[in-house]
């Protein structure tokens, strides 16, 4: 490995992938290994079920990892997304067909249960496929490995004879996390039973590190000597997983924080094997409305799909990497602040892109602490962004009862005749995302209250001072600063609380615009009939 080279940068940047990559070049720089081998970095997929939010959060977040040790060094690095397509089906999934095909088929492994979707050459093999057409989507660059053909093809043969090696100290280590009953019985290795085809969970009579086999019986007492190697066994999976860091060298490797234990124990294992762990971030797990942790058993919190029905996949790129050490709701009310966010990343990412020749060296190193840079894989999108915000857009749909694009347009079209859906690509998928956002999160739970004395008082008077202005040219700005000075005039403390008024009010909703561009956008006659309604109100 060549040296570390990170002569682009007066100072290394503060965003957390960098600060990732910054601990991967240490290990890297310090690795026994001094081969030219690539940083590896590992994701793991357990496909009994499909890929999920967190399937894409870790990929997502792995690579901006990657792309930051990039930067940094300009060398080579390699994902790795693992499919422990081995293991033995526990239960049968709730969403997919054919369940009681399944059931005949339980123990087995997924590589070798026939697909109930009746696509692929195997249920394993359907997921696995399901996985790779999820990362193709985003984007992501990686190499998918397949557990089931790393253990079939011998790759992993010269690890699994040095368990055996190992085996008791790797029983030891494990035994003191275990029931006292389980512990009795515990071995690392799983023989897959060579007449039904079950991963078998049973003790072993004889662990025989010369010969690579183990000895044990089935439940109906039958006798068996099996081959560790060549696919005839495989590992529990915190013994497994630690001799895929051992065998292939992995450098680094996030997990969520309910396996922290499983971190520290599969790490031991390593080092017994003789290996040295990969360098792990433990992210936080996602929570539902109510604060619960999100369980695809429960189908509570918040899908891909679901959000990509409501916003674009840069605003669920930017929620995943966003804080990934802080717990984080993840239901739908996340998601118009998540887009606007991402807008406002991406423009000012383009216009430091734009003068990048004549910033200074500090600035320039914002470019790298921008999300934005990361989404995008360092390359600036044709089109950039939304002149209209996401939060924007919502109220003029809530606002107007919006249920086709050409309404919004029209509003859009008389604030700015230039913008278009050509011309503005991303704001055109906008428009789409709120008006479906709109019609099942907003209209449903719309609740305007009557206004009190001194709030008709406050809003005759911008009434007023609106019609006092009605076909000049006047800006959101000064709009803004004319709702400020009602606010002042009747003197509400806190002003927000003027604010509040103005969305529980005219909006029905707790929380709105910026008020000015509301008025720029949806127009000033229509803003004082909104008024004028909202005055009638008993």
Known sequence: ??????????????????????????????????????????????????????TFGEVARTSWVRQAYQALTVQPVHILAFSDDMDGLRKVPDNVPNKDMLAQHLNKQLSRIPDPFGTHDSFGAHNNAQLCSFLDRFGFEYEFASATN????????AALKRVLEVHDEIVAVVGKTLREERRATYSPVLPIHPETG??????????????GTVAWRDENGKFFETLVTGGHAKLQWKADWAMRWYALGVDY??????????????????????????????????LDDQGQKI?????????????????????????????????????????PKATD?????????????????????????????????????????????????????????????AERAEILWGFLKRYDESVSPESH??????????????????????????????????????????????????????????????????????????????????LGQKEGPRFGMFIALYGVSETIELIETALTRE
């Open 425 to 506: 690509p991303m704001l055109s998928q906008l428009v789409e995302y709120a008006l479906a956002y709109y019609a099942d999160f907003i209209r449903p739970h719309k609740v305007y209250r009557a206004p009190e004395v001194k709030e008709k008082q406050a809003l005759t008077a911008l009434a007023d001072k609106l019609r006092e202005v009605q076909g000049q040219s006047i800006n959101a700005d000064e709009f803004q600063n004319m709702v400020f000075a009602v606010g002042k005039e009747f003197e509400f403390e806190p002003l927000r609380a003027w604010f509040g008024c103005l969305y529980e009010v005219l």
């Open 1 to 54: 490995m060549s040296e570390n080279n990170f002569s682009s940068f007066t100072s290394i940047p503060k965003s957390w992938p960098f600060e990732e990559a910054v601990k991967l070049v240490d290990r890297i720089k310090n690795k026994k290994d001094k081969s030219d081998k690539p940083a590896l970095l590992e994701t793991g997929y357990g496909p009994s079920g499909l890929p999920h939010i967190g």
């Open 253 to 286: 490797e996030m997990s969520g924080k309910d396996l922290i234990d499983s971190v520290k124990l599969s790490s031991k294992i390593c080092k017994i094997l003789g290996g040295e762990p990969p360098i792990n971030l433990t992210y936080e797990l996602f």
């Open 341 to 401: 966010e991402y807008l406002k990343h991406v423009s000012d990412w383009a216009e430091l892109e734009k003068n990048k020749d004549n910033l200074e060296a500090a600035e320039k190193e914002k470019i790298f602490n921008n999300p934005a840079w990361f989404i995008h894989q360092g390359k600036v999108p044709e089109k950039v962004g939304s002149p209209i915000s996401f939060a924007m857009l919502l109220n003029l749909a809530s606002v107007a009862n």
């Open 198 to 211: 079950i991963v078998m969970q049973v003790p072993m009579e004889k662990i025989d590190p010369v010969a």
């Open 295 to 335: 369980s695809k058993s429960k189908g509570n919190g918040l899908s891909i799909e679901e959000w990509l029905q409501y916003a674009p996949e840069e605003s669920l790129a930017l929620y995943m990497y966003n804080a990934p050490k802080r717990a984080k709701r993840l239901f739908f009310d996340v998601i």
């Open 150 to 157: 790393y253990y079939n093809s011998g790759r992993f043969d």
